[in-house]
């Protein structure tokens, strides 16, 4: 997850996440939306992150995180340990996304995913252009992007189809409203909640 103090798309996850529940954030950053999340409501939460400074900053918040490297899967995790798996912003960084999935719902009785939405008129605009985007929520330039895939809101409504996953609610915002029409084309974040079919 993103440093940032305050992103849009916490309070939309948070409301997706009952109380006194268990809770598994894959690819938790620094612990933002963890610490975030426990200022809301009491939960049992807990994050899993690569990066060592990372890592160090949710110990030093206090918060439960093991360090480890999402694209190995979850084998850590027996089936529905968790109430809630958040993988906020981060499938776009993982190369095995369809093995990420099918582990993210295993784990979780229900799963809340984000992502940024490529298909937002800005971006097609961009690449008609002739340029990859570049916005506020794709922040990077083409040869520094931690992103290696791209896909918009139609793509993971797809792939959750061919995955048999259940798609239980969405949220498409941009710039912290939500949008209703044309999702896929004004929403530049996606927030889907998910389980297995």
């Known amino acids: 997850m993103s440093n940032q103090n305050k992103r849009a798309d916490f309070a ?3 409301n997706w996440i009952a109380p006194n529940t268990q809770v598994l954030d894959l690819g938790c950053g620094d612990g933002s939306f963890l610490e975030f ?3 809301q409501k009491p939960v049992h939460s807990y ?3 690569i990066d060592d400074s990372r890592v160090l900053s949710c110990v030093q918040k206090g ?6 490297d999402l694209e190995g899967g979850l084998a850590l995790f027996e089936d529905n340990s968790f109430d809630t798996v958040v993988l906020s912003q981060t499938l776009q960084t993982i190369h095995q996304t369809e093995k990420i999935l099918r582990e993210v719902v295993r784990v979780g009785k229900e799963s809340v995913i984000s992502f940024p939405n490529f298909g937002h008129w800005s ?3 961009a690449v008609g252009l002739g340029r990859m985007p570049v916005s506020k929520s794709l922040p990077y330039q083409w040869y520094n992007t931690p992103n290696v895939r791209v896909l918009t809101v139609t793509d993971f409504e797809k792939l959750a189809s061919n995955l048999g996953l259940k798609i239980l609610d969405q949220c498409i915002l941009h710039e912290g409203r939500q949008v209703t ?3 896929n084309l004004f929403g530049s974040l ?3 909640r998910i389980r297995r079919a």
């Open 12 to 14: 939309a996850i948070s």
């Open 37 to 39: 999340l426990q200022k």
């Open 47 to 49: 994050g899993v992150e």
């Open 63 to 68: 918060l439960n995180v093991i360090q480890q």
């Open 123 to 125: 971006h097609r605009l």
């Open 181 to 183: 029409l044309m999702p």
């Open 190 to 192: 996606a927030l889907f």
